[in-house]
């Protein structure tokens, strides 16, 4: 399976700023996704990026808030903007491979103060 | 609506005391039913896909299983080290996977 790497493992940061969240796979892959864990709950998907095409945003997620880079087949960004302490989660990117299986990155740990 | 659920939320047993975690479904087009496991502060772990029903995949002391309506994920004789939250979560097209709450297990020596 793919290795996926995150940067940064974690931040804190302050109301109102933005963090890029980096997502760098070690194999040409077709499909990533972003995902969302907040405390205590399950993954949440925000967005898939394919390369090349805008990204495709779940209900409740917007390109304004959590806009989406995809410049190559083995990278992407996640931004959060405009932070608030309700973004305080953890930032997950993965990628799919065969029979639809999804290979997680170790995530991004976000605080918002 | 695609809907998973888990259950139950958390589980304790003692080292090799056998038990089983449930994740019942409704979905209108399985392509594929996967099992994780996540450490705290860690991304979800792949371990198991199932397609469909009666299908069963092994490793080392776990095994899944699938019906048309639930999987089951058997751990037998577990370890501390099995200490974990395993997550279910369903692919229904789209390439979009639909999470459950997951079982949060504790394995005490």
């Known amino acids: 399976s793919a290795v996926i790497s995150q940067k940064p493992s974690r931040d804190i940061c302050q109301r109102g700023t933005s963090l890029t969240i980096q997502c760098q796979v070690d194999s040409q892959v077709t499909m990533m996704f972003w995902y969302r864990q907040q405390p205590g709950q399950s993954l949440t998907l925000i967005a898939t990026?394919?390369?090349?095409?805008?990204?495709?945003?779940e209900s409740g997620f917007v390109i304004d808030k959590f806009p989406i880079s995809r410049p190559n087949l083995t990278f992407s960004t996640l931004t959060v903007s405009n932070m608030s302490p309700e973004d305080s989660s953890i930032y997950l990117c993965s990628v799919e491979e065969v029979g639809y299986e999804q290979y997680f990155g170790p995530g991004t740990r976000l605080t918002v103060t | 609506e695609d809907q998973v659920t888990q259950s139950p939320e958390a589980l304790r047993l003692q080292e090799g005391e056998s038990s089983s975690l449930n994740c019942s479904y409704t979905?209108?087009?399985?392509?594929?039913l996967f099992w994780y496991r996540q450490d705290p502060g860690k991304g979800p772990e792949f371990l198991f896909t199932?397609?469909?029903a009666g299908e069963e995949k092994e490793k080392e002391r776990l095994k899944a299983t699938l019906t048309k309506k639930e999987s089951f994920l058997h751990i037998t004789a577990p370890k501390p080290e099995d200490s974990a939250t395993y997550l279910c979560a369903l692919n229904t097209g789209f390439q979009k996977l639909v999470f459950g709450t997951g079982t949060r297990l504790l394995v005490s020596p």
């Open positions: 199932l397609y469909s």
């Open positions: 990026a394919n390369q090349g095409s805008e990204a495709t945003y």
């Open positions: 979905v209108s087009g399985l392509r594929g």
